[in-house]
T-cell receptor, first 109, second 115 residues
């Protein structure tokens, strides 16, 4: 099974502070991983995917095969970053799929 | 593991078959969702049900027909699918469909292959 783990259910940081949301995966091969975000009163939406190696809204995520991690980082948190964040593997591989349980980020003004 | 159970885990069907995907949640939630994840693509929201009423339908072809007989069960009826419909179908639930930082609970998905 493809499993991702988000160890933090809740995370609070002050505005302007760096933020890192952790995601670890536990399967071999070359995973394709995504970060999704759900802002207050909005639907779940894609934030970024590792294969594109892009920065969205100041967030980046690097796949670290040695540590089997895909942590989401932003150097300076903003209040509008407060949301639920989910890490997820690409699921259409025939394996059982496990979405991350989500991390609720609160940015304190 | 999350309280959302999907069956079957794997399904192979021909284009003329009729099959159904089932989702069940034991969390007492009022909203349930169907998502589709195609190969190398992010999730696509298909349907949203709130208190057994469909509140969102994102331009999904009629060969996909959802059913929500009660707040704990959600079905996706499949009929005359196309090979491009092969994907992972994920069910999710939440306490309410739209609320502050509403947490989604996902099932483990049904891997569908259309031949």
């Amino acid at each position: 099974a493809q499993r991702v783990t988000q160890p933090e259910k809740l995370l609070s940081v002050f505005k302007g502070a760096p933020v890192e949301l952790k995601c670890n995966y536990s399967y071999s091969g070359s995973p394709e991983l995504f970060w999704y975000v759900q802002y207050s009163r909005q639907r779940l939406q894609l934030l970024l995917r590792h294969i594109s190696r892009e920065s969205i809204k100041g967030f980046t995520a690097d796949l670290n095969k040695g540590e089997t991690s895909f942590h989401l980082k932003k150097p300076f948190a903003q209040e509008e970053d407060s949301a639920m964040y989910y890490c997820a593997p690409e699921g259409n591989t025939g394996n059982q799929f496990y979405f991350g349980t989500g991390t609720s980020l609160t940015v304190i003004p | 593991e999350t309280g959302v159970t999907q069956t079957p885990r794997h399904l192979v069907m021909g284009m003329t078959n009729k099959k159904s995907l089932k989702c069940e949640q034991h969390l007492g939630h009022n909203a349930m969702y169907w998502y589709k994840q195609s190969a190398k693509k992010p999730l696509e929201l298909m349907f949203v049900y709130s208190l057994e009423e469909r509140v969102e339908n994102n331009s999904v072809p009629s060969r996909f027909s959802p059913e929500c007989p009660n707040s704990s069960h959600l079905f996706l009826h499949l009929h005359t699918l196309q090979p491009e419909d092969s994907a992972l179908y994920l069910c999710a639930s939440s306490q309410e469909p739209v609320a502050t930082n509403e947490k989604l609970f996902f099932g483990s998905g049904t891997q569908l292959s259309v031949l």
